[in-house]
Each structure stands twice: as structure tokens, then as C-alpha cells.
């Protein structure tokens, strides 16, 4: 039988689509069975999935987005004030106010419903140091909670985080030293060269002879979205 040209052609168009079909059903076979075991590559610029789910590194969501505003301990040069301060380890999670006069009856006002900063010390944001102050008590019941505001405060150890915020940053504090100070003798240090963070309270609800003191030196800033 003769072969006509036209007939050649179409015979040839006809293998090229039949082997177009069938490459285009073997790709989206292959596609299916990754698909079905979760080894399609995410879509580019998308890491949502990403930081919600990266639980074998031990860093969860909140911390990666937090260090991706990550800046150096002095790279925030405006006066904040502090209004809550975090020790993890001892499980200290508290406000702070921020009275503006040094008045024993102000401060004392103040220190009953939590933690507060000495007037005439630094703000955060800025070289100097913060000088935050809170009641602590032993005793089995105390009704009002802010007499405990500080308790435990003396089992911080060197290196330990202290984060205190603002209404914008983070700001974490490395825990440097922790001492029992005679209130009636021994003064607070106030430096003005850095940036430091001292925690202060009685020794116990009764006597206000000793104090504990903590001190600690800034290592760290982070912007606050959340």
C-alpha cells in the first residue's frame, strides 16, 4: 500500500501527541504520590509553615519572630519605661510603675500593687542604671500578693535572664552578682557608664535591715510585637 506524504505527516503529529499525554499523566502522577508524602518543596518566600512547625530545633514561632528584630544591647537610644519585669528561672513575672516622686508615702502607695522604679535612676533605653524596687514576704498567707512581689529574687544565679519591657522593646538583662546589703550602710550604686539593672528588696516582711540586691548588666534588645 503507498504511503502518502500527508499521511506521513499526520502519523508523525499523532506519536508526538500520544507522547505529549502520556509525559504530561506521568508527571502529574509523580506529583500526586509526592504530594501524598509531604515531599513537594514550599512555595518560595513562604516560611510560615516553617516557623510554625519547627518543633525539632526547639525554637517555636514566637522566638524566631522576635529574633528577627533582634538588635545590639545599645542600639536603642530613647528613654522608655519599664512596665513589667520577667525572671523565668524564678518565676518572677510582674508590673512596674513608675512614680515620679521620691516621697515615702508615694512610693510606698506605689509599692502596693507591685514593682516599681526609683525615680531618680535611669529609664530603660538609655546609659545608666534601672533601679527597680518590690516587696518581698515569707509569711504562709499574705493577702495582698504585691508583698511578695519580689520573693525568690536572691536564688538568681550568675547569667541568669532578667527581660524587663517597655511598651516597644525587650530589653534582657544578665543576671552579675547577687548580695545581701545593710540598708542602713550600704548605698545602691547608680552608674551611669552602660547599661545596668538593679533589683532590690527586703529580706523579709518584718525587717527591713537587709536587703537582697541583684545586679545585672544589659546583653540584649528586642522589638516588642505582640
Known sequence: MKTTKQGVVWEIVAHRVAFTLTFVVFLAISYIFLFSVGATPDPAGDTTAVIAEDTTSGVGADTLARDATYTTPASVNTPEAPLRVVAKS????????N????DNDVLDAALAKGAIRYPTSATLGVDGTVLLFGHSSYLPIVHNQAYKTFDGIQNLKEGDVVSVYSAAHEYQYKVVGVRIANAEQDGIDLSTTGRHLTLVTCDSFASKSHRF??????????????
Open 213 to 226: 540586691v541583684v545586679t545585672a548588666d544589659l546583653a540584649a534588645t528586642f522589638g516588642v510585637g505582640r
Open 90 to 97: 524564678i518565676n518572677l513575672d510582674t508590673s512596674v510603675s
Open 99 to 102: 512614680p515620679t516622686s521620691t
